[in-house]
């Protein structure tokens, strides 16, 4: 193969996982869109980080703009609640798509996580 066989087009896009996070520190609210997962797991962990700093009575954290998360991801919820617990404070996920509250349930965590506590 020639080397012009092997080019990108022009013009090309790479995309890779991205996540947005919105953090208020007025009412420990951090909103997420993107993917929550191996490559973008360190803002959420800043965030909460920092909301914990200054919000000890607890977090909500919105995912309605979530469009992933992989076990990673998961793993920074359970992270967070347990940080947030160990404060004597709470943790609500609100917002959570139907295939976030079934990975939710699957790891026992819909329970404490879950807006309603009940995963859908």
Do not use: K
């Not at 909301?51 to 000890?56: A, G, M, P």
């Amino acid at each position: 193969m020639s080397s012009a066989q092997n080019r990108l087009p022009d013009p090309f896009e790479l995309r890779a996982p991205v996540l947005d996070v919105v953090a208020d520190a007025r009412d420990g609210t951090l909103r997420l869109a993107g993917t929550l997962d191996q490559h973008t797991v360190a803002p959420f962990h800043a965030a909460v980080s920092r909301l914990l700093h200054e919000e000890s009575d607890g977090l909500v954290i919105d995912v309605e703009g979530l469009q992933a998360c992989d076990v990673t991801g998961l793993r920074a919820l359970s992270v967070t609640y347990r940080r947030t617990l160990v404060r004597g404070g709470t943790v609500v996920v609100t917002g959570a798509p139907p295939w976030l509250c079934r990975a939710l349930r699957r790891i026992r965590l819909d329970g404490h996580l879950l807006e309603d506590r009940r995963a859908g």
